[in-house]
C-alpha cells in the first residue's frame, strides 16, 4: 500500500483558539442551599439596607445639586475648583463610601493612588460589572467618560454632572474624535484638570481574562495608572455580562449576602517609553500585560464587537458564543471590518441551521456542498478544522474562507477551472461535461450533479457560461479551494507514478519548503 501523501497544515499560533473561549457569559449556580440562605438573610438585610441606600441617596442629591448648581449642562470648559471641586472630591467621595456600606459592600483597598500629575489617567480593569464604580469612589471621583444620554437620568444625573465627565454621543459622527482629543487635553493640563478613570476594555467579562483594551486612554502617551479590581466571594453576585442574571436579580442576591467584599488594588504607574508614545496599540498592550500578570489571568483579543456578533449569532438562531471570533486578532490579520463577519455569520448560520451547538461536521458539509464525501472533500474539511475535533465552527469557517478559499478563488485558477470542465472548448459546460469531470476528481461512478448545475446555470439555459462559473464561485469560494485541493492530488498522484521510491522524500522537501507559504496560513504575524 503506497505511503499517504503528508498535507503541509501550518497553523499560525496567534490563530489557535484563545485561552478563555467565552468572557463573556456569568455561569453562577444557585444550589437549593445558597437559595434558602439568600432568602433567610434577605428578609433581615434587604429592608434595612433598602432604607439606608434611600437615606444616603436623600443626602447626596441636595450636595450635588449645590456643587452643580449654575454649572454647564454639556461641555465643561474649565475644570471645578475651590469649594466645589472639596465638595465633590471630599464630600461626595464619602457620601458614595457610605452609599456602598448600605449595600453590604467590604472594600478593601491596597497600593497607592498617584496624583494627577503623575499619573492623569486611571486604567482600571477587569470591568465586570455595574458595581466597579466603586473604583471611581475610591479614587475621590476623577472624571469618567460617559454617555450624554445619563446626564438626564433622574437623581443620578446630578450625581454623573459632578464628576465633568468626558461625554460621547451616539448621535455626533465625530464623537469619538472629539473624545479622545478631550482626554488629551485633561491628561495634558498638568494637574488643572482631576484624573480621568476609564475601563479599557470597554464592556464587561467575567474577569477569568483580560480582553482588548481600546487605545483611548492610552493615545494621549502620559503615564498611566493600573488599577485593579477583584470580588473574592464564595458566591458570585456581582457579575453582570451579556449572558447570565439580568441587573435586578445581581441587586437582590447582592443585598441579601451578609458581605460582599471588593478589593481596589492601584498598582504602579507605567510611564511609557517613547515606541510606546508613538504606538497606542503597543503602549495599551503592555499595560494589559502588567495587569493580566498581576490578576494571574490569561489576556484574549476579544472586544465589544465580539458582544454584537454573539448578540447576532443568537438571532440567527445560532448558540450565542458562536459569534465569538476574536474580532480584534481577526480583523488585523484577514484586514475584515464588522460587516464583513457579520455578513459571513449568516451565510454561516444558514449552513448550521440544522446541525446542534452551531457546529458542522463532514457530513453537514457534503450536504451543503452537494457532495459525496470523498479524499478531496475531506482534505479540505481538514484544512477548515483548525483544532482538529471533526467540526468547524464559526471562526474557523471565517479563518478558512478568507485564507484558503478567496486567495484560491482568482482569476486564473477560474479559467483553468472552467477550461478543465468544457472538453469540447466551445466555451460552455453542459451536463455531461460537468458530470464527467466530477465523476473522476471525486472517485463516484453513478454521482449525478444536476442539482449543482441547475445551481449554477443561472438563467436555465441548460449549460453554464464563464460568467455564470465565475458568479457561483465568487459567492461560493470554498468550492474554489475544492478545486485546487483536487489539483494538488492529481499532481501527487503524477509524482507517485513517476517516483515513487522518492515519495517520502518529496513529501518532506514539501513540507519544509511550503510550511511558511502554505495556502491554509499564508498570512504573517
Same mark, same amino acid.
Given at each position: 500500500?503506497?505511503?499517504?501523501?503528508?498535507?503541509?497544515?501550518?497553523?499560525?499560533?496567534?490563530?489557535?483558539?484563545?485561552?478563555?473561549?467565552?468572557?463573556?457569559v /456569568? @455561569?453562577?449556580?444557585?444550589? /437549593?442551599?445558597?437559595?434558602?440562605?439568600?432568602?433567610?438573610?434577605?428578609?433581615?438585610?434587604?429592608?434595612?439596607?433598602?432604607?439606608?441606600?434611600?437615606?444616603?441617596?436623600?443626602?447626596?442629591?441636595?450636595?450635588?445639586?449645590?456643587?452643580?448648581?449654575?454649572?454647564?449642562?454639556? &461641555?465643561?470648559?474649565?475644570?471645578?475648583?475651590?469649594?466645589?471641586?472639596?465638595?465633590?472630591?471630599?464630600?461626595?467621595?464619602?457620601? &458614595?463610601?457610605a452609599?456602598?456600606?448600605?449595600?453590604g459592600?467590604?472594600?478593601?483597598?491596597?497600593?497607592?493612588?498617584?496624583?494627577?500629575?503623575?499619573? %492623569?489617567?486611571?486604567?482600571?480593569?477587569?470591568?465586570?460589572t455595574?458595581?466597579?464604580?466603586?473604583?471611581?469612589?475610591?479614587?475621590?471621583?476623577p472624571?469618567?467618560?460617559?454617555?450624554?444620554?445619563?446626564?438626564?437620568?433622574?437623581?443620578? &444625573?446630578?450625581?454623573?454632572?459632578?464628576l /465633568?465627565p468626558?461625554?460621547?454621543?451616539?448621535?455626533?459622527?465625530?464623537?469619538?474624535?472629539?473624545?479622545?482629543?478631550?482626554?488629551?487635553?485633561?491628561?495634558?493640563?498638568?494637574?488643572?484638570?482631576? /484624573?480621568?478613570?476609564?475601563?479599557?476594555?470597554?464592556?464587561?467579562?467575567?474577569?477569568?481574562?483580560?480582553?482588548?483594551?481600546?487605545?483611548?486612554?492610552?493615545?494621549?502617551?502620559?503615564?498611566?495608572? %493600573?488599577?485593579?479590581?477583584?470580588?473574592?466571594?464564595?458566591?458570585?453576585?456581582?457579575?453582570?455580562?451579556? $449572558?447570565?442574571?439580568?441587573s435586578?436579580?445581581?441587586?437582590?442576591?447582592?443585598?441579601?449576602?451578609?458581605?460582599?467584599?471588593?478589593?481596589?488594588?492601584?498598582?504602579?504607574p507605567?510611564? %511609557?517609553?517613547?515606541?510606546?508614545?508613538?504606538?497606542?496599540?503597543?503602549?495599551?498592550?503592555?499595560?494589559?500585560?502588567?495587569?493580566?500578570?498581576?490578576?494571574?489571568?490569561?489576556?484574549?483579543?476579544h472586544?465589544?464587537?465580539?458582544?454584537?456578533?454573539?448578540i447576532?449569532? &443568537?438571532?440567527?438562531?445560532?448558540?450565542?458564543?458562536?459569534?465569538?471570533?476574536?474580532?480584534?486578532? +481577526?480583523?488585523?490579520?484577514?484586514?475584515?471590518?464588522?460587516?464583513?463577519?457579520?455578513?459571513?455569520?449568516?451565510?454561516?448560520?444558514?449552513?448550521?441551521?440544522?446541525?446542534?451547538?452551531?457546529?458542522?461536521?463532514?457530513?453537514?458539509?457534503?450536504?451543503?456542498?452537494?457532495?459525496?464525501?470523498?479524499?478531496?472533500?475531506?482534505?479540505?474539511?481538514?484544512?477548515?478544522?483548525?483544532?482538529?475535533?471533526?467540526?468547524?465552527?464559526?471562526?474557523?469557517?471565517?479563518?478558512?474562507?478568507?485564507?484558503?478559499?478567496?486567495?484560491?478563488?482568482?482569476?486564473?485558477?477560474?479559467?483553468?477551472?472552467?477550461?478543465?470542465?468544457?472538453?469540447?472548448?466551445?466555451?460552455?459546460?453542459?451536463?455531461?461535461?460537468?458530470?464527467?469531470?466530477?465523476?473522476?476528481?471525486?472517485?463516484v461512478?453513478?454521482?449525478?450533479?444536476?442539482?449543482?448545475?441547475?445551481?449554477?446555470?443561472? @438563467?436555465?439555459?441548460?449549460f453554464?457560461?464563464?460568467?455564470?462559473?465565475?458568479?457561483?464561485?465568487?459567492s461560493?469560494?470554498?468550492?474554489?479551494?475544492?478545486?485546487?485541493?483536487?489539483?494538488?492530488?492529481?499532481?501527487?498522484?503524477? +509524482?507517485?507514478?513517476?517516483? %515513487?521510491?522518492?515519495?517520502?522524500?518529496?513529501?518532506?522537501? $514539501?513540507?519544509g519548503?511550503?510550511?511558511?507559504?502554505?495556502?491554509?496560513?499564508?498570512?504573517?504575524?
Amino acid at each position: 500500500m503506497p505511503p499517504q501523501r503528508v498535507l503541509p497544515l501550518p497553523r499560525q499560533q496567534s490563530l489557535l483558539l484563545p485561552p478563555v473561549i467565552n468572557p463573556f457569559v /456569568q @455561569d453562577t449556580k444557585l444550589t /437549593q442551599t445558597a437559595v434558602i440562605k439568600c432568602f433567610l438573610l434577605g428578609i433581615f438585610l434587604v429592608p434595612i439596607r433598602v432604607i439606608l441606600m434611600s437615606l444616603v441617596l436623600m443626602v447626596t442629591w441636595p450636595v450635588a445639586f449645590m456643587i452643580t448648581f449654575n454649572q454647564p449642562l454639556k &461641555g465643561a470648559v474649565e475644570p471645578m475648583s475651590g469649594w466645589r471641586r472639596f465638595m465633590c472630591k471630599r464630600v461626595m467621595a464619602a457620601l &458614595g463610601r457610605a452609599y456602598y456600606f448600605s449595600m453590604g459592600f467590604r472594600v478593601v483597598v491596597k497600593g497607592k493612588q498617584a496624583s494627577n500629575i503623575e499619573a %492623569p489617567i486611571l486604567a482600571v480593569a477587569p470591568h465586570s460589572t455595574f458595581y466597579d464604580g466603586i473604583a471611581c469612589v475610591v479614587s475621590g471621583l476623577p472624571s469618567t467618560v460617559s454617555r450624554v444620554e445619563n446626564l438626564a437620568m433622574p437623581i443620578f &444625573g446630578r450625581f454623573v454632572r459632578c464628576l /465633568q465627565p468626558v461625554l460621547v454621543s451616539r448621535k455626533d459622527p465625530d464623537s469619538r474624535k472629539n473624545t479622545i482629543l478631550a482626554i488629551e487635553s485633561r491628561a495634558k493640563s498638568e494637574g488643572r484638570w482631576p /484624573q480621568v478613570l476609564i475601563f479599557p476594555e470597554g464592556t464587561c467579562t467575567n474577569r477569568s481574562c483580560l480582553i482588548t483594551f481600546k487605545q483611548g486612554a492610552f493615545i494621549p502617551g502620559v503615564p498611566v495608572q %493600573p488599577v485593579l479590581i477583584r470580588y473574592p466571594n464564595k458566591l458570585d453576585t456581582v457579575t453582570w455580562t451579556w $449572558q447570565g442574571f439580568g441587573s435586578k436579580k445581581l441587586l437582590l442576591l447582592t443585598l441579601c449576602q451578609l458581605y460582599t467584599t471588593v478589593e481596589v488594588e492601584f498598582l504602579p504607574p507605567h510611564i %511609557p517609553a517613547e515606541e510606546e508614545k508613538k504606538s497606542p496599540a503597543l503602549f495599551a498592550s503592555r499595560v494589559r500585560d502588567t495587569m493580566a500578570k498581576v490578576l494571574g489571568v490569561p489576556v484574549t483579543d476579544h472586544t465589544y464587537e465580539d458582544c454584537r456578533l454573539m448578540i447576532s449569532a &443568537g438571532e440567527l438562531t445560532l448558540p450565542m458564543e458562536a459569534g465569538l471570533v476574536e474580532f480584534t486578532k +481577526i480583523s488585523r490579520k484577514l484586514n475584515l471590518k464588522w460587516d464583513s463577519v457579520k455578513k459571513e455569520l449568516e451565510g454561516f448560520a444558514a449552513m448550521a441551521s440544522s446541525s446542534k451547538g452551531g457546529r458542522i461536521t463532514i457530513a453537514e458539509f457534503a450536504k451543503i456542498l452537494k457532495l459525496p464525501v470523498n479524499p478531496v472533500l475531506e482534505e479540505l474539511f481538514a484544512l477548515f478544522d483548525r483544532n482538529g475535533d471533526g467540526t468547524i465552527d464559526f471562526r474557523e469557517y471565517v479563518i478558512g474562507v478568507n485564507i484558503l478559499c478567496r486567495p484560491a478563488n482568482t482569476e486564473d485558477v477560474l479559467k483553468m477551472a472552467f477550461q478543465l470542465f468544457d472538453t469540447d472548448e466551445d466555451g460552455k459546460i453542459t451536463l455531461d461535461e460537468f458530470n464527467a469531470l466530477l465523476r473522476s476528481a471525486l472517485g463516484v461512478s453513478d454521482l449525478d450533479m444536476t442539482k449543482l448545475f441547475k445551481e449554477i446555470d443561472a @438563467d436555465s439555459s441548460g449549460f453554464i457560461t464563464f460568467n455564470e462559473f465565475h458568479a457561483f464561485a465568487s459567492s461560493h469560494p470554498e468550492y474554489a479551494k475544492l478545486f485546487t485541493t483536487y489539483l494538488e492530488l492529481q499532481r501527487y498522484q503524477a +509524482i507517485q507514478e513517476a517516483m %515513487p521510491g522518492d515519495l517520502e522524500l518529496t513529501g518532506q522537501i $514539501q513540507s519544509g519548503e511550503t510550511r511558511e507559504d502554505s495556502q491554509s496560513d499564508k498570512k504573517d504575524d
